[in-house]
């Protein structure tokens, strides 16, 4: 079967379920981590290394999977787990700030290839560019005024800041939606972690899933994602396709 056909067929399947008569393409939400900077390799490391300095027994890897929750979620996930409690608001200041500190001491993390071209074609349809990241890393999100010039500022971005609950909650999509001033048949989520996939298909939007880390393909499919690809540069170069897809159906 082509490329094409999968990418059609993905986009009816969605509005079967949904009972949405059209998807039309007005605004994208994008995932900043993992979706716009190759960044999660550094973000599991200083979690790993925060954690395990503290006594926490942890693994690397299961750092991937909280990907998308606020800094004071994933703490209280493992405080949970290694002392029966939450962490207080002080530790939570303190561990997340501790986090960031480890995350700035490692090398800067690249922008994810296929991303600019994938911002490019989202404006060449004139489709409005948002971010919904669960972050509230200073470091990153002021590195995104410089590296995607014109595209990000304030008024077009939910951080951790913005809500209450951070992702799989479908409020980071919600409110996302909110400032675009679109439904949810007139948006798209971009995104590579199972918990933001799930956040974006909770909020009852196309949610595309992008493999750019060690997460496997059916995880992505169990969170609720419509369409997977296998990276991002495999996305940016069907992009054009998928929107083409909508306007057809
Ligand atoms: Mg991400």
Same mark, same amino acid.
């Not at 059609?8 to 949405?20: A, P």
């Not at 303190?94 to 800067?108: A, M, S, W």
């Not at 060690?214 to 991002?232: C, F, H, V």
């Given at each position: 079967?082509?490329?094409?056909?999968?990418?059609?067929?993905?986009?009816?399947?969605?509005?079967?379920?949904?009972?949405?008569?059209?998807?039309?393409?007005?605004?994208?939400?994008?995932? !900043?981590?993992?979706?716009?900077?190759?960044? !999660?390799?550094?973000?599991?490391?200083?979690?790993?290394?925060?954690?395990? #300095?503290?006594?926490?027994?942890?693994? %690397?890897? #299961?750092?991937? =999977?909280?990907?998308?929750?606020?800094?004071?979620?994933?703490?209280?996930?493992?405080?949970? %787990?290694?002392?029966?409690?939450?962490?207080?608001?002080? =530790?939570?200041? @303190?561990?997340?700030?501790?986090?960031?500190?480890?995350?700035? #001491?490692?090398?800067?993390?690249?922008?994810?290839?296929?991303?600019?071209? !994938?911002?490019?074609?989202?404006?060449?349809?004139? &489709?409005?560019?948002?971010?919904?990241?669960?972050?509230?890393?200073?470091?990153?999100?002021?590195?995104?005024?410089?590296?995607?010039?014109?595209?990000?500022? %304030?008024?077009?971005?939910?951080?951790?800041?913005?809500?209450?609950?951070?992702?799989?909650?479908?409020?980071?999509?919600?409110?996302?939606?909110?400032?675009?001033?679109?439904?949810?048949? =007139?948006?798209?989520?971009? @995104?590579?972690?199972?918990?933001?996939?799930?956040?974006?298909?909770?909020?009852?939007?196309?949610?595309?899933? &992008?493999?750019?880390?060690?997460?496997?393909? +059916?995880? !992505?499919?169990?969170?609720?994602?419509?369409?997977?690809?296998?990276?991002?540069? +495999?996305?940016?170069?069907?992009?054009?396709?998928? &929107?083409?897809?909508?306007? #057809? &159906?």
């Amino acid at each position: 079967m082509d490329c094409k056909k999968i990418t059609k067929q993905s986009v009816e399947k969605f509005l079967q379920d949904k009972t949405y008569k059209h998807l039309d393409i007005k605004c994208a939400l994008i995932d !900043m981590d993992g979706t716009l900077y190759n960044s !999660m390799i550094n973000h599991t490391a200083a979690w790993y290394r925060m954690m395990t #300095e503290l006594g926490v027994k942890c693994d %690397r890897d #299961e750092f991937y =999977e909280y990907e998308g929750m606020t800094g004071a979620q994933t703490i209280n996930v493992l405080f949970q %787990r290694a002392f029966g409690k939450t962490a207080t608001d002080d =530790e939570v200041k @303190e561990l997340y700030h501790k986090k960031t500190l480890y995350f700035q #001491e490692l090398p800067k993390a690249g922008i994810m290839p296929g991303a600019e071209k !994938m911002l490019e074609i989202l404006a060449q349809n004139g &489709i409005k560019r948002v971010l919904v990241t669960g972050s509230g890393q200073a470091s990153l999100l002021d590195r995104l005024q410089k590296d995607f010039p014109g595209v990000f500022t %304030r008024e077009n971005m939910i951080t951790s800041k913005d809500v209450t609950h951070g992702k799989p909650s479908p409020e980071p999509y919600l409110k996302g939606l909110e400032i675009a001033g679109v439904k949810p048949n =007139e948006a798209i989520v971009i @995104e590579n972690a199972p918990l933001g996939i799930k956040s974006g298909a909770d909020a009852g939007i196309f949610t595309v899933g &992008i493999t750019t880390g060690p997460i496997k393909s +059916e995880k !992505m499919l169990q969170a609720g994602a419509n369409i997977l690809y296998n990276s991002m540069e +495999e996305f940016s170069n069907d992009l054009q396709n998928l &929107i083409k897809a909508t306007k #057809e &159906i």
